[in-house]
């Protein structure tokens, strides 16, 4: 059973960093691109970070680039979001999620982060 399982995630000021973690099981992790996406209050889900197999990140949205950096531990199985320089605007929830060919996406439960002075 392919499992992801976010953690991180909390209140934190304007200025602040956080970092998120994305825990896989279930599969062979390395075999996979990862991706991270966020929903904000009275919006849809979108993407924010990509990152390959190779641990290139591959997609990043224009609203956090240099300011958020994707990677991956393939040791560990996680995929983690540093999130630097936040700004009210960054407040969502958060989900990892893995695209597996012939069988579609798989999603975390989602991690809230609020971005509040």
């Known amino acids: 059973q392919v499992q992801l399982v976010e953690s991180g995630g909390g209140l934190v000021q304007p200025g602040g960093s956080l970092r998120l973690s994305c825990k896989v099981s279930?599969?062979?992790?390395?075999?996979?691109?990862l991706s991270w996406f966020r929903r904000a209050p009275g919006k849809e889900r979108t993407l924010v970070a990509e990152?390959?197999?190779?641990?290139?990140?591959?997609q990043i949205a224009d609203s956090v680039r240099g300011r958020f950096t994707i990677s991956r531990d393939n040791a560990l199985s996680t995929t983690d979001l540093q999130m630097n320089n936040l700004k009210p605007e960054d407040t969502a929830v958060y989900y990892c999620?893995?695209?597996?060919?012939?069988?579609?996406?798989?999603w975390g439960q989602g991690t809230q982060v609020t971005v509040s002075s």
């Open positions: 999620m893995l695209w597996r060919p012939g069988t579609g996406a798989y």
């Open positions: 279930g599969l062979t992790f390395s075999m996979y691109a």
């Open positions: 990152i390959n197999v190779a641990g290139v990140a591959i």
